[in-house]
């Protein structure tokens, strides 16, 4: 690991992480208007919206959660799924896959690579087992750095889509 990230520890989620998620997400929705962008996220914190809490919940209890600590404390949330959402409109992969359904780092934090460690991390779940294929979904508006970010991380564009106006990003990562 390099420098910003080797006092980072990662370790596997459980229920009891809904909390913290969810108060990561609801900053994160606040950073983001923050800085002017309302489309991504709404406006709405994540854990008023609709369904916010349950989701959290059941990604903490049905799929493969990491939780990334500093000191401890959570400063960031990786969610793996053996496939994307079913309710997006993305095309199956062709191949055996492991999908990251969510992934949140704690604002206060930025820049020490959280978000990468994880995706690194989730890397390497899926190398373990034995799983070649790493894919991913984002917001593509903006000016694409969602996107950006992720190609720096190792994934590769692949397939656009849209879900009403909101434009997504399908990112794969070859892992094998």
């Not at 992480?17 to 800085?35: E, F, T």
């Not at 079913?86 to 949140?104: C, D, G, K, N």
Request: charged share 20%; with cysteine.
């Amino acid at each position: 690991m390099n420098d910003t990230t080797h006092d980072i520890r990662i370790r596997p989620g459980s229920l009891a992480d809904a909390p913290a998620i969810l108060d990561m997400l609801d900053a994160a929705v606040a950073w983001m208007n923050g800085r002017g962008n309302t489309e991504q996220w709404g406006t709405t914190p994540y854990s008023q919206k609709p369904g916010g809490v349950a989701r959290v919940e059941r990604y903490t209890t049905a799929n493969t959660p990491y939780i990334a600590e500093l000191a401890g404390t959570p400063v960031g949330a990786l969610v793996l799924d053996s496939g994307p959402n079913p309710q997006m409109p993305i095309p199956p992969a062709e191949e055996p896959e492991r999908y990251v359904r969510l992934l949140v780092s704690d604002r206060r934090h930025a820049g020490r690579g959280i978000g990468a460690a994880l995706l690194d991390h989730a890397a390497e779940e899926t190398r373990r087992a034995g799983v070649r294929l790493l894919r991913v979904d984002c917001w593509a508006g903006g000016g694409g750095e969602l996107v950006a970010f992720y190609e720096g991380t190792g994934f590769t564009p692949t397939d656009r889509f849209l879900v009403g106006s909101w434009p997504g990003q399908v990112l794969a990562r070859r892992v094998g």
